[in-house]
């Protein structure tokens, strides 16, 4: 028979639970109608000496780091545009575009007016984009004195069997992979100039032109490797496998982000075990910072890599807990808060390497150490399942690596440079939905390699991808790195 202890114990687990399933309903409207922003504003209670939470002296930051944190300040100098009684005028339109003059002259001219000056308006204007045939005509000759037959030779094409031209290659696999446009809408796009193209035609083109360009992403893979800092992250990507008939798999996209050299590598991998980033981490060496996910603690155990979390996620669990334990949550925020200033107001000053390592230690460390002790008592306070006991949780798990940024100035303090670099996958896949099959998304995750370092290293990726494929069947194999986005030159005719 149950007591009413028994009962007791029922009714707080139901209770817990109740907390627990309105704050996922509370999260899902939030992603579904609500901002993705996590914007936090103090309120004027969430002073901590306003707090209620049995905090001695001990626990809560020294007001004295906290103000020193504060104390960071900058000046800058007001551009002309910032000034609003300066109007900037209207943007200035880039010489490089070509310039059709339409001379309007007045109705009323006659032969004894004398031109005096002239006005210029200038219009930006767009007609869809051209497309045109090469016709290589070459003329026969017969060496008499040879008896030989004499014609020049073609020149070197991306794809020798192919219609298509280097230019045409290019723009496809930009259309799909920088601009997000599915391969299917390209061929209505080609049906409305005349040209009907099978779909199978331009999926060749883009596998082909992977092929072509395969040595290249080994090259910057190695690159990649071989540097000392990487941020890492999985996005997941559908995909057709003849193994599920009417069904697609999940796969995943692994990046591995060099934000000193701008570089960023994706890998495709059927799953989300540790087998991936195991092979293509094996041979690295450095710092390798994560969001936590339990796959990377697998290099915590090797001692050449040194791990170190991301402070973004840790503070997001917190934002998440504000409609739970507004309080405690808001305290915490505001300690993250100090955190990204001193960053914050660093990068703005453009501090030095030197200068930067020392205002972490000096400002950021105590915080840290401060907020660290505060979050193991409230811990202790909290039901461990309940929202803000799960945020406290996760970052005392992880407290340690979410310190590390501290010991070098090379060091973010979050893992967002990955994630910027993963959202044009993103928006492609709600574009495209899915792969056609795991070597497709391998071919995607090389694209999305080679086209994310344009990106960082802002080149323009259709004049860097069509010279490429101009030239990569004629260069050298051992000085392939040189047509890499951020080592590639130019040839005069680009």
Not at 38 to 67: C, M, R, W, Y
Not at 343 to 371: D, F, H, I, K, Y
Request: with cysteine; glycine share 4%.
């Amino acid at each position: 028979m149950e007591t009413a202890i028994d009962y007791q114990q029922k009714y707080e687990q139901a209770s817990a639970e109740i907390v627990m399933l309105k704050h996922q309903l509370t999260e899902l409207q939030r992603l579904i109608f609500g901002s993705k922003q996590e914007k936090f504003i103090p309120s004027s209670t969430s002073n901590p000496s306003q707090l209620n939470l049995g905090i001695d002296a001990e626990t809560v930051a020294p007001q004295s780091h906290i103000a020193s944190a504060r104390k960071i300040e900058y000046t800058r100098t007001k551009t002309a545009t910032e000034n609003i009684n300066v109007h900037p005028g209207r943007m200035k339109l880039p010489e490089h575009l070509e310039r059709i003059e339409i001379i309007l002259e007045p109705a009323e001219k006659q032969e004894h007016f004398k031109k005096i000056g002239e006005e210029v308006t200038e219009e930006l204007e767009y007609a869809p984009g051209r497309m045109f045939v090469n016709r290589y005509i070459r003329p026969k000759y017969i060496n008499t004195a040879k008896d030989n037959i004499i014609i020049a030779p073609m020149p070197e094409r991306p794809l020798s069997k192919a219609i298509a031209g280097a230019g045409l290659l290019t723009q496809v696999v930009i259309d799909k992979y920088a601009d997000h446009l599915p391969l299917y809408r390209q061929q209505e796009r080609f049906k409305r100039e005349g040209l009907s193209i099978p779909y199978s035609t331009i999926s060749d083109w883009v596998s082909n032109t992977c092929r072509l360009i395969t040595p290249l992403y080994e090259a910057l893979k190695k690159l990649v490797i071989q540097s000392s800092y990487l941020h890492a992250d999985e996005s997941p990507i559908k995909v057709l496998d003849k193994d599920k008939k009417g069904e697609t798999h999940r796969g995943y996209f692994w990046a591995y982000h060099n934000s000193i050299d701008g570089l960023i590598l994706f890998d495709y991998q059927p799953g989300r075990g540790r087998e991936g980033p195991k092979e293509i981490l094996k041979n690295f060496k450095g710092h390798l910072q994560t969001d936590g996910y339990m796959v990377y603690d697998f290099f915590k155990d090797k001692e050449e890599i040194t791990v170190l979390h991301c402070m973004a996620h840790a503070r997001r669990k917190f934002y998440e807990a504000l409609d739970s334990d507004k309080s405690r949550a808001e305290y915490a925020l505001q300690q993250f808060g100090l955190l990204y200033d001193i960053e914050r107001n660093a990068r703005q000053q453009s501090v030095t390497t030197t200068q930067l390592l020392g205002l972490r230690q000096r400002q950021a460390a105590p915080v840290l150490q401060s907020l660290g002790r505060w979050m193991k008592e409230q811990y202790m306070q909290v039901l461990p399942k309940s929202v803000i006991g799960k945020a406290l949780g996760y970052s005392i798990e992880r407290w340690e690596e979410l310190m590390v940024y501290c010991t070098d100035s090379k060091l973010n303090i979050d893992n967002n440079p990955v994630e910027n670099s993963i959202r044009p996958i993103a928006i492609g896949r709600k574009n495209y939905l899915f792969a056609g099959s795991h070597q497709a998304a391998q071919r995607s995750a090389m694209l999305y390699s080679l086209l994310g370092t344009c990106k960082l290293h802002q080149v323009n990726s259709f004049v860097w991808l069509r010279d490429v494929l101009q030239r990569i069947n004629n260069h050298p194999i051992n000085k392939i790195e040189q047509l890499l986005p951020h080592k590639w030159k130019p040839t005069t005719n680009n």
